[in-house]
């Protein structure tokens, strides 16, 4: 069974018993390097536990690039050059929405302050991007999604597969953000221009919520 010792209260979603089992004997299975390393699966839900999520953005699955992918949403291992494509062009929409942008692709700080980098898709083989989608992940984001749902938090929701996924939400006070994927097929149908980054900013700062630094200020 993989390790949940450190995800806090996100073991007590029906997931960790009833789907996890069976995916944990579909990995022992994979005779393909698998990514991100084991110890960074649950990363995301480590980093950030329930009480502390002010921010959803939900990505697809992690980068099949070995040395990339390291268990949060969009994040890349500090010091991967080049940047993951959809990386640079949620930099170029910062850059262009905040004046200026991260400068390294490690994005542990901001889930330092509440916000849930989650993919919908944990783990991937090597060099086969979406390789295990239809593994069973994809419950554990309806899971995080409904516990979230009690209470008011904003999601940026990129790509279709996010918005399918966040139809479960009902609360009438989250901020739901939905535009194209930051892929490079996608971002010019309505990615870039969407000033999400702001938008959030505005919205916390409305419900007397401290602003996220989005750019890492030193």
Known sequence: ???????????????FDKTLPGITARLQAETRQILPPQDQIFAALEMCQPG???????????YPTPGHAHGLAFSAEDGTTPF??????????????????????????WAKQGILLLNAVLTTPAKDARGHRGLGWEKLTQDVLSKLDTSPHAFILWGKDAQTAGRVLTHDDHLILQSAHPSPLSAYRGFFGSRPFSTVNQWL??????????????
């Open 84 to 109: 993951p494509k959809s990386l640079r062009n949620i930099f170029k929409e910062m850059h262009s929405d905040l004046g200026d942008c991260p400068t390294s692709s490690d994005l542990r700080f």
């Open 1 to 15: 069974m993989l390790d949940i010792s450190r995800i806090g209260a996100w073991a007590e979603l029906p997931f």
């Open 52 to 62: 502390d999520v002010r921010v959803v953005i939900l990505g697809q699955d992690p």
């Open 205 to 218: 700062k409305e419900r007397d919520n401290d602003p996220i630094d989005w750019i890492g200020t030193p």
